[in-house]
């Protein structure tokens, strides 16, 4: 990571920047304040950038950041944090707090980041939806252990839905299965398979998206984790998550 600097000199702690999921800011003091405050205690800051991208914003640098919406205060956390112009963003659940218009607004701030600056992300989060709108690389952790690791494009395509007859499930137990759901008339079993495996005769096979993906493997944690990164381009280990 950052060319194999060392954990902690002064150089690696520059290239990293974080933001916490209760977005911590001194609630009694302005933005402008924050940014003073932010500017001095790094040795590096970009203030005409945090002045520009709060005022495009439309949040006031002389309102306290107690009194700004949640919306505001995780975007000028993120300001603050980008600022620094770091080579790293660590967010940790940023968006669980807000709401639907606030979360879109600070992704795409992210992902402006990533392809304009070449920032990496890493990205810890429990809101499957924006998964796979951000992230080319994923790691699932469940139960204190890795279950699944892999480039998005790699897991979606190595993964098949199997939807067939609910009496006929259990012939294909020997299959990799991650997950079955029953129904009255069908089953549904979520399968470690590409797009060339042949289908059984009587189901149909469906892509997969990556929430059900993940959400097959969080209800199955005793299903096997996969052994080693999806097939696909090598990912470098500043690419973990962007």
Request: with cysteine; glycine share 8%; net charge neutral.
């Amino acid at each position: 990571m950052l060319g194999g600097k060392p954990a902690g000199c002064p150089a690696a702690l520059d290239g990293i920047a974080f933001v916490a999921q209760d977005t911590p800011l001194y609630q009694n003091l302005p933005a402008a304040a924050m940014l003073h405050l932010t500017r001095n205690l790094n040795r590096r800051f970009d203030q005409s950038y945090a002045q520009a991208r709060l005022g495009e914003l439309g949040i006031p640098l002389n309102r306290k950041a107690g009194r700004l919406s949640g919306g505001q205060q995780a975007q000028l956390a993120l300001t603050l944090a980008l600022a620094r112009r770091p080579r790293l963003l660590v967010l940790d659940e940023p968006v669980a707090m807000l709401d639907p218009l606030a979360r879109h607004d600070f992704m795409a701030t992210v992902l402006a980041a990533a392809a304009d600056d070449g920032v990496s992300v890493l990205l810890s989060s429990h809101v499957l939806a924006e998964l796979e709108r951000v992230a080319d690389y994923l790691i699932l952790l469940s139960r204190g252990r890795v279950q699944v690791a892999g480039e998005v494009d790699g897991l979606l395509a190595s993964h098949r839905m199997l939807t067939g007859p609910a009496a006929e499930a259990d012939r294909y137990a020997d299959r990799p299965v991650v997950h079955v759901r029953r129904g009255a008339a069908q089953a549904h079993l979520l399968v470690r398979a590409s797009a060339d495996d042949p289908v059984p005769p009587g189901w149909e096979a469906h892509p997969v998206g990556l929430e059900e993906l993940t959400l097959a493997y969080l209800r199955e944690p005793g299903a096997a984790a996969l052994p080693g990164p999806a097939r696909g381009r090598n990912t470098q280990p500043s690419e973990v998550i962007r």
